[in-house]
């Protein structure tokens, strides 16, 4: 069986907590693969917080270059960024989101899958 694995990995560079101390809005923007989860979550925490998250879907690249320029809260990149890059900018990165691929054999009953 091919298996193959993409870690989403979002730089999360200025606490959101920090960001909802200062107003009711965080903004953030990056990868577009991730947009429809964060779209859910953001949903979910303004219900509960008041604060609303906007997140603009532009790509990884726009989202670096916009975090880096301090025009947003947090930026999302499907790429990890360097020790280097992120020294130089005073930033830090965790994933957010991880994904995993594979095709099931026909043969291969669901229940004798185990993802550890």
């Known amino acids: 069986m091919k298996l193959f694995k993409t870690a989403l990995v979002t730089s999360a560079l200025v606490a959101a907590s920090f960001g909802a101390a200062a107003s009711t809005t965080i903004n953030g923007a990056g990868a577009t693969f991730p947009h429809p989860i964060y779209a859910k979550w953001a949903e979910q925490y303004q219900k509960e917080t008041g ?18 320029a301090n025009t947003v809260d947090f ?28 095709q099931l054999l026909t043969s291969l009953a669901l229940t004798q899958v185990k993802l550890n």
């Open 51 to 68: 604060v609303k998250i906007n997140y603009q879907a532009i790509g990884s690249g726009g989202g670096i270059r916009q975090i880096t």
């Open 75 to 102: 930026g999302a990149t499907d790429a990890p960024l360097t020790i280097e890059e992120l020294n130089k900018e005073g930033m830090i990165q965790f994933p957010m989101v991880m994904v995993l691929s594979f």
